[in-house]
């Protein structure tokens, strides 16, 4: 373990709940309000449970065709029908897909693709926090694997029925879910996989640096492609979900006695991802870290244009998917 990255993930953490915990003294995370959304299609991961799960309830209720991503069914079934309950929303449904598995990544693109619908945002929303050191079904590393390279895929698969669904003067989004542990976080280009020394905090926060280098390059290739769809990361906060149970126990303990307080409710954490999704002010807006709502400056390495690219390029070997960079930037 390197106590290195564990006091620096803690800190940010610490940071974060402090903020919180004065912003809710001050009066709190008032809840926005945002426009019906009917006849427009959303995909959510990890819309099971958690931020996902709330993110995923507000789109419906916004009169959105939700379909919920998950690996648990029964757990999923269930999701649904309490969504459908809720918001009187029958175009709520659930489709696998276990993004531990690029196989299944790909079987979901094309199971939803052969629907026939169109797609105006995607929530790439799931996500595992500080396991035990452990590999995808492909080899990777948990954290990489799953939180950033299945999201990568998945997102390029689709990109093209993003594309082909928007529609002049409302351009379909990506919202990709980071987290404030990226200030701390470091992508090794030479170790990606962790292979020199595991941490699991250390992992944790390349893998949600690695989603806001992600989407800022995905919008520069966005802009010379037209622009048809913008990309946005965002900061839930620290939210009271299940997320937490891999955390040093000293943290639960925290989390128990400051949840009510200092923590977000996965309601709360979940609005940021759903202002990126459906609010005005962001149409044709990409590129941005956005935190509680609003514009938010990230790490200062993810604005590298050369670190992007070749994480980017890394990741296209990585996932089996062709580097469009280089022929999109000249053209």
Known sequence: MSWLAVLRVYWAGATVVLAQLLRRLRGGFPEPVFSPQ????????GGTDGIGLATAKRLAGLGMHVIVAGNNASRAQAAVREIRK????????????????????RAFADAFKAKGVPLHVLVNNAGVMMV?????????EEHFGLNYLAHFLLTNLLLDTLTASAAPGRRARVVTVSSATHYVGEVNMD??????????????????????????HLQHLLDAR????????????VVDTDLYRHVFWGRGVLKRLLAWMAFKTPDEGAWTSVMAAVSP???????????DGEDAASLRVSYDRGLQARLWARSCRLVGVPDVTPEVMAA
């Open 281 to 291: 002010a962001l149409e044709g807006v990409g590129g941005r870290y956005l935190r």
């Open 38 to 45: 009917p006849g427009r299609v959303a995909i959510v991961t």
């Open 86 to 105: 809720e918001t009187c929303n029958d175009q709520v449904e659930f489709l696998y897909c276990d993004l531990a598995s690029l196989r299944s990544v």
């Open 226 to 237: 037209g622009g048809r769809v913008t990309a946005n990361a965002v900061d839930p906060g």
């Open 132 to 140: 035990p050191e452990r590999r995808t079904q492909d080899g990777f």
């Open 191 to 216: 170790d990606l996989q962790g292979r020199a020394g595991y941490s699991a905090h250390g992992a944790y926060a390349q893998s949600k640096l690695a989603l806001v280098l992600f989407t800022y």
